[in-house]
C-alpha cells in the first residue's frame, strides 16, 4: 500500500489543520455567543453547523488516509461513504438555507455553503470508486477534496464570524 503511505504526510498536514480549526471555531463562538443577533440559532443548522462538519470529515479523512491499510479496498469503501454522506448531507443544508428566515442567502453563500462543498463530496466519492482501479490517481482526487473541504471551511468560519461581528456591531451603533 505504497500509494496511501506516500500521502501519509499530506494528510497529517491537514488533519491537524482541521483539528485546530475546529478548535479554534468553538473557542471564537464561545467569546461572541453574547453578541449573536437574535434568531441566529436559527441559521446555525444552514451557516454554522456545516463548517464543523467540513472540518470533522477533513480530520476524519486524514485519520481514515493515515492509518496502516494493507489493502485499498476497504479505505475506498469508508471513502465512499464519507463522500456519499457528505453530498445527502450537503442537500439537507442547502434546504436549511433556504428555509430559514434571519438571513436571505446571497450568490457566494450558496456557492460556499451549497455548491462547493457539494463538488467536494462528490469528487471524494469518485475518487473512492476509482480507487480500486486508479489508486495512485484518485489519491489526488482525495487530496483536492480534503484541502477544498479544508478551505470551504476557513472561508465559512471567517464568514459567519465576521457577519456576526459587524451584524451585531451595527446593531449596537443603532
Known amino acids: 500500500m505504497s500509494d496511501l503511505a506516500a500521502w501519509n504526510s499530506f494528510f497529517i498536514i491537514v488533519g ?32 454554522a453547523t456545516p463548517t464543523i462538519v467540513h472540518f470533522g470529515t477533513v480530520l476524519l479523512l486524514s485519520a481514515v488516509q493515515s492509518a496502516p491499510w494493507r489493502e485499498v479496498t476497504f479505505v475506498a469503501a469508508i471513502l465512499g461513504l464519507m463522500g456519499l454522506s457528505g453530498v445527502a448531507y450537503i442537500i439537507f443544508v442547502a434546504s436549511q438555507m433556504r428555509v430559514q428566515t434571519p438571513y436571505k442567502p446571497e450568490f457566494g453563500d450558496w456557492l460556499y455553503y451549497a455548491l462547493l462543498p457539494l463538488a467536494a463530496y462528490a469528487m ?51
Not at 24 to 47: C, H, K, Y
Not at 127 to 150: C, D, I, P
Request: aromatic share 10%; no cysteine.
Open 16 to 47: 491537524s489543520s482541521a483539528g485546530a480549526l475546529i478548535g479554534l471555531q468553538f473557542v471564537v463562538m464561545t467569546l461572541i455567543a453574547d453578541r449573536s443577533p437574535p434568531r441566529a440559532a436559527e441559521a446555525g443548522p444552514a451557516f
Open 124 to 174: 471524494l466519492a469518485i475518487s473512492a470508486f476509482m480507487a480500486l482501479s486508479h489508486t495512485r490517481e484518485a489519491l489526488f482526487g482525495v487530496g483536492a477534496a480534503a484541502l477544498l473541504l479544508l478551505f470551504i471551511g476557513i472561508h465559512n468560519a471567517w464568514d459567519s464570524v465576521a457577519y456576526l461581528v459587524f451584524y451585531s456591531k451595527q446593531n449596537t451603533n443603532n
